[in-house]
């Protein structure tokens, strides 16, 4: 069965305080994995599209790498506004439907 | 640019009621989703309609009813509500099935079953 693991579950972190969110797939022939940032009370919202192992895409403090069997989301020197909780997901094999992630919940502390 | 739209953001029904919940979508997507959010189980599919008149079975489709009245509108029914079914309901949209991953989704509707 596919599986998609993130960890940790939470991470505090002070501000400037750099850092790295884990997905782990088990997923074979990947179709694509994606990147998600959730605020609370509101729907995810799309971050990043990695395709291909060694791809690497960027946006402000966030970056997000993949290897052939899981993605890094880096968060260089966070900001509070960076608060969130991330959610990875993938497509599931013979399938277009997102499996998402349980998320990690990123809380900066100014 | 309103996006996606879900009503009514909140909604409290007692067992056995039975209740509608909206989508709208603005930006001419062919895709249209529904998924639950719960605690500690992320977010699971519900059901999708990959195009306009075709619906489809996600993950834990029992206990719900889908239309896709046309391009934009794709409602999710609760025909008898169970206290299983307190949730956090999103709708999602997609340019189409497949394409980028990349899903625009709704605020949420709250619902709670008592």
């Known amino acids: 069965e596919d599986q998609v693991t993130q960890s940790p579950e939470a991470l505090r972190l002070q501000e400037g305080e750099s850092s790295s969110l884990n997905c782990s797939y088990t997923v074979s022939g990947l179709r694509g994995l994606f990147w998600y940032r959730q605020d609370p009370g509101k729907g995810p919202e799309f971050l990043f599209t990695?395709?291909?192992a060694g791809e690497e895409k960027e946006k402000e403090r966030l970056k997000a790498t993949l290897t052939k069997k899981e993605s890094f989301l880096h968060i260089t020197a966070p900001k509070p506004e960076d608060s969130a909780t991330y959610l990875c997901a993938l497509p599931g094999a013979g399938s277009y439907q997102l499996t998402f992630g349980k998320g990690t919940k990123l809380s900066v502390i100014p | 640019n309103a996006g996606v739209t879900q009503t009514p953001k909140f909604q409290v029904l007692k067992t056995g009621q039975s209740m509608t919940l909206q989508c709208a979508q603005d930006m001419n997507h062919n895709s249209m989703y529904w998924y639950r959010q719960d605690p500690g189980m992320g977010l699971r599919l519900i059901y999708y309609s990959a195009s306009e008149g075709t619906t489809d079975k996600g993950e834990v489709p029992n206990g719900y009813n889908v239309s896709r009245l046309n391009k934009r509108e794709f409602s999710l029914r609760l025909e008898s509500a169970a206290p299983s079914q307190t949730s956090v309901y999103f709708c999602?949209?997609?340019?189409?099935?497949?394409?980028?991953?990349?899903?625009?989704f709704g605020e949420g509707s709250r619902l709670t079953v008592l």
């Open positions: 990695l395709y291909s």
């Open positions: 999602a949209s997609s340019v189409r099935q497949g394409h980028t991953g990349e899903l625009f």
